[in-house]
């Protein structure tokens, strides 16, 4: 944690205190609450202290497991908790009601997050990818961003995020060219996979965890970004996934979240083809009834959002970035259907 860091989470967090003492925060759910809003929360991985520090994944995408506790105690007593499969937008909740999900089914979700999410009575969805599950090392950026500190050690992290799109945009044998060069530069065969890079969930976890309380959904077979692939195999990665998942845990699969949140119009029908009724997306909002089913916004949560400059979890920051930056995002949008609206009147 160095200086500009604590300085910004200072100035971020006096921000924050100043809109909640102002009532900002409250009216601002009042609001939500009042047309039956729901907030979705997007996790990926919930790490111990010592994975936490070792870890390759991207700061996004990683809370800590002391923090997911406070933040579930915060949800219970301040929230009502929501299983996604069961929500009904549209209809007022004597508290903010906020569903929890989990993208991408990493193995830490087994050990981690479950436990704690069961023992606060806090319902989940995990998203998982059928052709992913059970494997070390099971996704391109950990690798990447594990290279990248190898080769250059220098780099800011967002040298590295810059990087990290540049080969999100590029063909999978692209990016497998990409590995090959750097790998031979970094004198290694990459980082190490059961540590740094983390695994996924192996079938048989998941089919424990179901006993628990615990929803499964599809994303994707292979985790393939879906606008950069060809039609075909886009509508592949979407259906396999849904048919593999409903194979191995004899259960219908109904949700579905679009890897890096990409979705064109084309893709939304190829979801609502396969059978699919719920669809999330990582454009943040607020889930209402006259949200679209197949395009439902989520709120990203990791550490860094959540805490204080003290580290800890904090229910200040946890407002603003579940309820301010839901209701802002809900708010600008519905503004621009209206322009939208009012054009199309006028034409």
């Given at each position: 944690m160095n200086l500009?860091?604590?300085?910004?989470?200072?100035?971020?967090?006096?921000?924050?205190?100043?809109?909640?003492?102002?009532?900002?925060?409250?009216r601002a759910e009042k609001q939500i609450r009042d047309r039956g809003g729901l907030v979705v929360l997007t996790f990926?991985?919930?790490?111990?202290?010592q994975e936490f520090?070792?870890?390759?994944?991207?700061?996004?995408?990683?809370?800590?497991?002391?923090?997911f506790r406070r933040m579930l105690g915060h949800i219970r007593n301040s929230c009502t908790p929501v299983r996604l499969s069961e929500a009904q937008p549209g209809h007022r909740l004597s508290k903010l009601g906020v569903v929890l999900t989990f993208d991408d089914g990493w193995k830490d979700n087994y050990t981690n997050a479950i436990p704690e999410a069961v023992a606060a009575g806090c319902p989940l969805t995990v998203m998982i990818c059928p052709g992913l599950v059970g494997l070390e090392a099971p996704f391109w950026p950990e690798r990447a961003i594990g290279i990248l500190r190898q080769v250059n050690p220098g780099w800011s992290m967002e040298l590295v995020e810059v990087e990290l799109e540049r080969l999100k945009r590029l063909s999978e044998p692209d990016r497998?060219?990409?590995?090959?060069?750097?790998?031979q530069r970094a004198g290694q065969a990459g980082p190490d996979a059961s540590t740094r890079c983390g695994s996924?969930?192996?079938?048989?976890?998941?089919?424990?965890?179901?006993?628990?309380?615990?929803e499964f959904g599809a994303h994707t077979q292979t985790h393939r970004i879906l606008d950069t692939v060809g039609p075909e195999q886009a509508a592949e990665e979407i259906g396999e996934s849904k048919r593999c998942i409903e194979q191995e845990l004899q259960t219908r699969c109904n949700s579905f979240a679009y890897p890096n949140g990409n979705v064109t119009e084309e893709i939304a029908r190829m979801v609502s083809a396969a059978g699919i009724a719920?669809?999330?997306?990582?454009?943040?909002?607020?889930?209402?009834?006259?949200?679209?089913?197949?395009?439902?916004?989520?709120?990203?949560?990791?550490?860094?959002?959540?805490?204080?400059?003290g580290g800890r979890f904090s229910s200040t920051l946890f407002q603003y970035a579940v309820i301010w930056k839901a209701?802002?995002?809900?708010?600008?949008?519905?503004?621009?259907?209206?322009?939208a609206r009012l054009a199309a009147q006028r034409v």
């Open positions: 500009a860091w604590t300085v910004r989470a200072c100035i971020r967090y006096a921000f924050a205190l100043s809109l909640r003492l102002s009532g900002v925060f409250w990926h991985r919930v790490l111990t202290a520090e070792t870890t390759y994944s991207h700061p996004g995408i990683v809370v800590s497991r002391d923090c497998d060219a990409w590995f090959s060069v750097m790998e996924t969930m192996s079938w048989d976890e998941i089919r424990e965890t179901m006993g628990r309380g615990i719920l669809a999330v997306t990582t454009a943040p909002g607020v889930w209402t009834g006259e949200t679209d089913r197949l395009r439902i916004p989520r709120i990203n949560m990791s550490e860094d959002n959540v805490t204080g400059p209701w802002r995002a809900w708010r600008a949008a519905e503004a621009q259907a209206g322009a």
